[in-house]
Structure formats: C-alpha cells, structure tokens
C-alpha cells in the first residue's frame, strides 16, 4: 500500500521558518518525482515545487521561489519542504503528492499568524 504522511506542520509568526516532512512508503521512492501542493482556506490547489528522482530538476512557483527550498533523501524515503520567511499567506494545508501515479498524503496544515 502506497502512503504519503507529511508531518512538521503548525503555527509560526510571520518571518518565522518551517520544515516540512513527507514519508513515503509502499514504492520505490528512489524512482520518482515527487512534488508539493497548498491549498489555502477557501481555495483550489496551488503547485509549489518539484523534485525529480535524483534530487536535480527542481521547480518553484513564482510565490514561493527564493524562500521554499525541496529536497530529498532516497536513503530515508523522505521528502522535505524548508520554508523561509513565512508570510500570513502561506497558510495552507500542505500535501507532498507522485502525480504519476495519483497518490497524495493526508496533508499537514501551516498556519502563519502572529
């Protein structure tokens, strides 16, 4: 079975930082680009970076480029999201998703308030 869990999410003041974690399981993450998605109170998805297999190729939405960085470890399975100089709208819930093959995890919800 195929799982996506993305945990470090939670409240941060504005200018604050966090990182994010996805732990993959049930396929061979190795293989596989792997992205993160928002989606922010009362609005559709929003793509903010890719990652491809071996950790080059990286993407970033105009919104969050200079500040967000993706990375990944194939030795843990995991994908991470480093996030820098949070601002109020980047509230969201945060989803790491392999959109080759559909799966995406349950999500993590970010909040930036002071």
């Known amino acids: 079975e195929v799982q996506l869990v993305e945990s470090g999410g939670g409240l941060v003041q504005p200018g604050g930082s966090l990182r994010l974690s996805c732990a993959a399981s049930?396929?061979?993450?190795?293989?596989?680009?792997m992205n993160w998605v928002r989606q922010a109170p009362g609005k559709g998805l929003e793509w903010l970076s890719v990652?491809?297999?071996?950790?080059?190729?990286?993407n970033y939405a105009d919104s969050v480029k200079g500040r967000f960085t993706i990375s990944r470890d194939n030795a843990k399975n995991t994908l991470y999201l480093q996030m820098n100089s949070l601002k109020p709208e980047d509230t969201a819930v945060y989803y790491c998703?392999?959109?080759?093959?559909?799966?995406w995890g349950q999500g993590t919800q970010v909040t930036v308030s002071s």
């Open positions: 998703a392999r959109f080759s093959a559909g799966d």
């Open positions: 049930g396929f061979t993450f190795s293989r596989y680009e």
């Open positions: 990652i491809d297999y071996g950790g080059g190729g990286l």
